[in-house]
């Protein structure tokens, strides 16, 4: 089974640019089929899908998102980023890191945008 951790810091300004890194064990990023995604939840919200990237390396993101998100890889760490650019408040949620159509999920990183 594949684990995933994301890391990254707690707190962001407003305008400042959120970098989170999601850890992957138990497999190879570069499994034939596999994609990789980051999700969100702002307090008292739903999830909110923001992007993936495949296997290949080619990412996807969210309509809504696409102009402030880019998502990249580094396979030989194993690890996938998320940076997301001029965040506001409505940014502050919980930030989750997982693999496609599975149940494999990190445990989240809480994120403020505060001042």
């Known amino acids: 089974q594949v684990q995933l951790q994301e890391s990254g810091p707690g707190l962001v300004k407003p305008s400042q640019t959120l970098s989170l890194t999601c850890t992957v064990s138990?497999?190879?990023?570069?499994?034939?089929?596999?994609?990789w995604m980051w999700i969100r939840q702002p307090p008292g919200k739903g999830l909110e899908w923001m992007g993936s990237?495949?296997?290949?390396?080619?990412?996807y993101y969210s309509p809504s998102l696409r102009s402030r998100t880019s998502i990249s890889t580094d396979t030989s760490k194993n690890q996938f980023t998320l940076q997301l650019t001029s965040v506001t408040p409505e940014d502050t949620a919980a930030y989750y890191c997982?693999?496609?159509?599975?149940?494999?999920w990190g445990q989240g990183t809480q994120v403020t945008v505060s001042s």
């Open positions: 990237i495949g296997y290949n390396g080619t990412p």
């Open positions: 138990g497999g190879s990023m570069t499994t034939n089929g596999y994609y």
């Open positions: 997982a693999r496609e159509r599975s149940a494999d």
